[in-house]
């Protein structure tokens, strides 16, 4: 009895510490390519964690092009920084986390259930790059349901709505201040325009 302890306890031991030394390889950095293992458990852990209510929800918004687009406008506003507006994660940001930003795209997301969708969310993922959104009101929680049915839209996204979503993006202080001194040199060029033609018609 105390020799099969002894096993169980060594056992133990070096369970934790092959999970920790799997974990922590690289050091603290997150440039550490995840292993097929650490995705697989990420996974299962995170479907595992939200809570059992939530998973059953089901999205009271109609699947009209009116919400989708809705979600669209959301989604490039406030998501696709990380996310991209296709939602393959393939951004300055996405792919520098750890774990990665997910291909939402994938059957990994697309398999979850609204209710599941719904919660990340609202909720957000500890220990990942996902912050919770909305503020738990109404307005709020209309907003993500539409954010579900955007993201169920994805893998059907056209060239015309991503070219949409880019005018939507948020814009830096250097694109902003180029955007405007482009409105400037274009006005200008008009007036000088004018001048060139005369300054239009005189009575």
């Known amino acids: 009895m105390k020799t099969a302890a002894i096993v169980l306890l060594v056992v133990a031991v070096g369970l934790a510490a092959g999970t920790a030394a799997l974990l922590l390889r690289g050091g603290i950095g997150a440039r550490v390519e995840p292993t097929p293992i650490e995705k697989a458990v990420a996974r299962s852990l995170r479907r595992l964690l939200i809570e059992g209510s939530a998973r059953g929800l089901q999205n009271p918004l109609p699947n009209t092009p009116e919400v989708v687009h809705t979600g669209l406008a959301h989604f490039a506003d406030h998501c696709s920084m990380c996310h991209a507006n296709d939602g393959s994660g393939q951004t300055a940001m996405g792919p520098n986390f750890h774990p990665r ?3 939402l795209r994938s059957s990994d997301t697309q398999g979850l ?4 969708l719904l919660y990340i ?6 220990f990942t790059g996902m912050p919770a959104w909305g503020d738990g009101g ?4 209309q907003a993500s349901w539409a954010l579900v049915r955007f993201i169920r839209h994805l893998p059907a ?3 015309a709505e991503r070219l949409e979503m880019e005018s939507m993006n948020p814009k830096s202080r250097e694109e902003r201040e180029e955007e ?3 409105e ?9 325009r004018a001048k060139r033609s005369g300054g239009g018609h005189h009575h």
Request: negative net charge; proline residues 3%.
């Open 113 to 116: 259930t609204d209710g599941e």
């Open 138 to 141: 109404e307005e709020s929680r």
């Open 180 to 182: 405007k001194a482009e």
């Open 101 to 103: 930003t997910p291909d």
């Open 157 to 159: 996204l056209t060239t």
């Open 121 to 126: 969310i609202e909720q957000g993922v500890r």
């Open 184 to 192: 400037r040199f274009l006005e200008g060029k008009g007036e000088d």
